[in-house]
Every structure is written in structure tokens, then in C-alpha cells.
């Protein structure tokens, strides 16, 4: 489930920018009638008509009323975005590599990551097991992989968010990268129209912040968020822009493999694993699977054969780019091999009877994840030195 650090910056400002965005939308929204509309701007609208009250609403402004011009509402607040719980696992200050992060800057990041596994709850398809209280909140006392409490997963994940932005942004300050009057310009013009769409609703934007990410939110500390995380997106484009490619780096290992389960893939995540008598009979399989395979169509055609039997989860074709497969299936690609190799490979998964096909030229996009996985293999090397280790303040 962890997230590669690099790419989770940029999507804790696609999921800020999302938010924003709704705040500018909730007008057109408003046109149904008779039922409620709560959405993750914060707020809680009440579009049915007939539904009459005071002016006044809860902040003291003087907003809508029940004749249809502005529907009445009810305000959302820090303590109904989070239990307690949450709350108590938010606003700390911590320092990485000389650079320290307020309760505010925090909070963004835990946000985020709070809403991401809250999304997976909304999809019973996923197969996650996400512990949830019966208030409907995240458990963060409850076991959310084999290893970790949920609160210890954001923790953990916030943490490396933060560490993917201070490597960035030293980047960025060794390159002497700045933005520009345009960067800045759109950062302006996307809070001044979320600030007005909130003030349209008779909440301050402050308030409409402070739902989110504590009492500590303000306009002016958003502002510098996002042109901190502009800076990094930047820093990222230049690194990969000019990235040199060294003798054979820009080909991928394309792969076929025929996946025999140790763990019951049908269940939530984390998988169960199967008994030890089903996961020595995975195995099992895998090696007389190995040993009947004479070229790549036979494996195709026996592996279609497994999977459709059901003693197989899955029989498929890869080229893979770093950092889309687990480390053990990744490493095995990466490795020197000879067109028809044949091995077996253990995950977390099961047993994988590994086909190698060739190596392709990367297109423009892949050539892309290549320098992307480059940028986080140099952050992986800088963090073994533990010098980007997190200092808690509280």
C-alpha cells in the first residue's frame, strides 16, 4: 500500500488543488433540489427550497436564506473532519535535515493521507480492509497492516512525505530554481477564488482551512504551501528533464509470469495468508509448472490453462518500469538475463515462474518513470545515511 515518497508529493497538491476546486464549484452543485449535498469542502449544504431559518448563520455572517438565492447550511468544523483520535496524531512540529515543519504543514500531509484511505473505504471493489470506528471515522488504534496501527501508517507515510520535500527542495535551492510570475499568478487567482466561493457561503476561508487542517490554517500559510510544492514540482520536472541516461538505461525488461498464491488475493487487504499445507502446494505447482515450460507460447497457453482452473492468480505479460512491481519481482527483472530464462520468484504474493522476453527501448513516458525511479533511488541512498531522519518537537 506504502506509496513511492517522490510521486506522494505531488499528489497531496493534486488532492489540496482537488479541494480547492470544490469550494469554486458548490454553486453549480446547488441546482438540485430536496435532498443535502456534503462534499470534502467542508461544508454541509442544505439544497431543498423550502427550508427557512435566519439570515444569520453559524459564523455570524449574514448568508442565505430559505427563498432560493443562497441555500442555508450548516458549518463543518476541525472536530467533525476527524475524531479525537486523529486529532491527537496531528499538529506536530517536526525538523528533517535542518528544516522544520509546522503543526500547519503537517496537518496538510496528514490530510491527505487521511483522505486517501478514507477514498478506499468507498470502494468495497478495492478489496482493502480499512479499521473504521463505528462513528465512521479511520480507527487509528485499529490493526491496518500486519505490522502497523493505522495512526503508525499515516505516521510513517507523513513523514516520508516530508522527506521527499526537503530532498526536493534542496534540490531546487542547489539549482537555483525559482518560480515565475505565471506559477505565482495561479496559486493567487486558485485561493481568491475558492476565498470567495467560502465567503459566497458565509464562511471565512480561514474557517473553511481550519476544517481541514486545524486551528492553525490560515489563507496566507496555504499560500506558501502551495508555492513550496510548486517548487518541488518543478524540481522534479528539471531533475528528469536532464536526467543523462547511462548505456542501457533507457530499455526495459519485458517479462511474461504465471503467479501461483500463497495468500487468499479474494480477501481485503492485508491478504491472509493460505495454511502452510495450501502455500507448500503453491510452491509445488510453481516447480512442475517451471519444469514443463519449453518456449514462451507454451508457457502463455499452459498459464491461460492455470488460471482458468483457478490453481493460477494471474498469467501475465510485463515490461516493467521501476518501482511498479514488488521488490522481489522488480529485482529479478533487473537482473542480467538471457532471452527464455526461467525462474521462480517468491513474494508476498506467491510463487512467480518468471518468463524473461527481451529488453525494449523505453518510450517518452516510460524513459520518464525511469528518471523519476533514478530521483528516488538518490533520496533512498541520502535517507540510509540517517541524516533526513524526522526530530519531533512534541
Not at 69 to 75: A, D, G
Not at 121 to 131: A, D, L
Not at 242 to 267: C, I, M, Q, R, W
Not at 334 to 352: L, N, Q, R, S
Request: proline content about 3%.
Amino acid at each position: 500500500m506504502k506509496k513511492t515518497k517522490i510521486v506522494a508529493v505531488l499528489t497531496a497538491l493534486m488532492v489540496m488543488t482537488s479541494i480547492l476546486g470544490t469550494a469554486c464549484s458548490k454553486k453549480d452543485e446547488s441546482s438540485s433540489v430536496g435532498s443535502t449535498l456534503s462534499s470534502d469542502s467542508g461544508v454541509s449544504l442544505s439544497i431543498d427550497p423550502n427550508v427557512t431559518g435566519s439570515n444569520t448563520n453559524a459564523s455570524g455572517v449574514s448568508g442565505a436564506s430559505g427563498d432560493g438565492s443562497m441555500p442555508n447550511y450548516v458549518k463543518m468544523t476541525f472536530e467533525d473532519n476527524y475524531d479525537q483520535a486523529a486529532i491527537k496524531e496531528m499538529s506536530k512540529v517536526v525538523t528533517i535535515h535542518g528544516m522544520q515543519f509546522t503543526g500547519l504543514e503537517y496537518n496538510y500531509y496528514f490530510a491527505n493521507e487521511y483522505t486517501q484511505l478514507m477514498s478506499m473505504t468507498m470502494n468495497p471493489s478495492g478489496g482493502y480492509n480499512i479499521p473504521m470506528t463505528d462513528s465512521g471515522f479511520l480507527d487509528m488504534e485499529g490493526q491496518l497492516t500486519e505490522d502497523k496501527k493505522t495512526k503508525e501508517y499515516l505516521r510513517e507515510l507523513v513523514i516520508s512525505d516530508l522527506q521527499g520535500e526537503v530532498f526536493l527542495l534542496e534540490y531546487a535551492k542547489e539549482n537555483n530554481l525559482k518560480l515565475d510570475d505565471t506559477v505565482i499568478a495561479k496559486i493567487d487567482d486558485t485561493l481568491k477564488s475558492a476565498n470567495e466561493s467560502a465567503q459566497q457561503y458565509g464562511i471565512t476561508f480561514d474557517e473553511y482551512l481550519q476544517s481541514y487542517y486545524g486551528p492553525e490554517a490560515t489563507e496566507q500559510g496555504m499560500r506558501e504551501i502551495l508555492q513550496r510544492y510548486e517548487l518541488v514540482t518543478l524540481a522534479m520536472k528539471t531533475y528528469v528533464e536532464n536526467y543523462k541516461f547511462e548505456e542501457g538505461e533507457d530499455t526495459l525488461p519485458k517479462v511474461y509470469h504465471v503467479l501461483f498464491p500463497t495468500v487468499d488475493l479474494s480477501a481485503g487487504y492485508p491478504y491472509p495468508e493460505l495454511s502452510e499445507e495450501e502455500q507448500e502446494a503453491a510452491k509445488k505447482k510453481a516447480e512442475e509448472f517451471k519444469a514443463s515450460v519449453t518456449s514462451l507460447d507454451d508457457m502463455k497457453t499452459k498459464g491461460d490453462e492455470k488460471t482458468a482452473s483457478g490453481d493460477a492468480a494471474e498469467a501475465s505479460e510485463y515490461t516493467v518500469s521501476i518501482g511498479e512491481m514488488v521488490p522481489e519481482f522488480e529485482a529479478w527483472c533487473y537482473e542480467k538475463h538471457e532471452p527464455g530464462d526461467v525462474d521462480i520468484v517468491k513474494t508476498a504474493f506467491g510463487y512467480h515462474v518468471m518468463y524473461y522476453i527481451e529488453a525494449v527501448p523505453a518510450d517518452d513516458s516510460q524513459k520518464q518513470r525511469i528518471a523519476y525511479g533514478k530521483l528516488q533511488a538518490a533520496l533512498d541512498e541520502s535517507l540510509k545515511s540517517g541524516e533526513y531522519e524526522a526530530v519531533f518537537a512534541n
